[in-house]
């Protein structure tokens, strides 16, 4: 078969086979080009770990979250040596005055989210949600003091 290909139509014998290389040529470059992509996603990957192994360190010796009120440095001593957990501060079973003003603080930021997450699941975006949430929080805060 390949004979008789060969002598009735060289032409189309000679395109085949140049359409056969171009297409091996194509090939290989874009195994050469997702290598590379590859190589380039590994290291970004790579740094995120690398930050988010840092973060829990950061995070310790960092600065408050912005609108934390002044006792949260104090708290977030408090449970690092052991006298309670996060989970008590967030149930509210600390007796610690500080950790109450905290978890006051932490609950209003939840409620935000909460109000927000209901937002989007009536079709707001994400900082529309966020931003409608905030501001039905700090009117009922203001409306009740």
Do not use: C, I
Request: proline share 4%; aromatic share 8%; hydrophobic share 40%.
């Amino acid at each position: 078969m390949t004979y008789r290909f060969r002598y009735m139509l060289p032409g189309l014998a000679q395109d085949v086979h140049d359409m056969s290389r171009d297409f091996l040529a194509r090939l290989e470059e874009g195994f050469v080009s997702l290598e590379g992509w590859r190589g380039r996603t590994r290291a970004m990957y790579d740094e995120v770990e690398a930050r988010e192994a840092a973060a829990p360190e950061e995070a310790e010796a960092g600065a408050a979250p912005d609108g934390a009120p002044p006792q949260y440095d104090a708290v977030r001593a408090r449970v690092a040596q052991g006298d309670y957990t996060w989970d008590d501060v967030m149930s509210a079973e600390a007796q610690d005055p500080d950790a109450r003003a905290v978890h006051v603080w932490l609950d209003s930021r939840v409620d935000v989210l909460r109000r927000a997450w209901r937002e989007m699941e009536r079709g707001a975006g994400v900082d529309e949600a966020v931003a409608a949430a905030e501001r039905d929080v700090e009117r009922e805060r203001k409306g009740r003091s």
